[in-house]
């Protein structure tokens, strides 16, 4: 059974940066594409940044691009969001995902690739 567990999540100012970690668990790790969404209150759930089971391939929503950075350290099952320059509407709860699919090499920005989601970390940004 695959289990995903996100911190760092916080409340923060406009401008500042937060690093969240997805711990994952219960299969190869680092054979599997990985990504972030987001969900605002009265919105749908949305893509933000994926990344290869690799490592080697990454890809970031537009709004987000630039100011946002996925990495993953496989040794240590492990995903991170680095986020910078954070703005009021990057309010949302965060969630990481791990693909279905064997993904060394891919990744994907829909969320009917992704069959295991974490509990979710609240990230908040205060103007």
């Known amino acids: 059974q695959v289990q995903l567990v996100e911190s760092g999540g916080g409340l923060v100012q406009a401008g500042a940066s937060l690093r969240l970690s997805c711990a994952a668990s219960?299969?190869?790790?680092?054979?599997?594409?990985m990504g972030w969404f987001r969900q605002a209150p009265g919105k749908e759930r949305e893509f933000v940044a994926t990344?290869?089971?690799?490592?080697?391939?990454?890809y970031y929503a537009g709004s987000v691009q630039g100011r946002f950075t996925v990495s993953r350290d496989n040794a240590k099952n492990t995903m991170y969001l680095q986020m910078n320059s954070l703005k009021p509407e990057d309010t949302a709860v965060y969630y990481c995902?791990?693909?279905?699919?064997?993904?060394?090499?891919?990744?994907?920005?829909?969320?009917?690739?992704?069959?295991?989601w974490g509990q979710g970390t609240q990230v908040t940004v205060s103007s």
């Open positions: 995902a791990a693909a279905s699919a064997y993904s060394r090499n891919y990744y994907y920005t829909s969320y009917e690739h992704y069959a295991y």
């Open positions: 990344i290869s089971g690799s490592g080697s391939r990454t």
């Open positions: 219960g299969r190869t790790f680092s054979s599997y594409a």
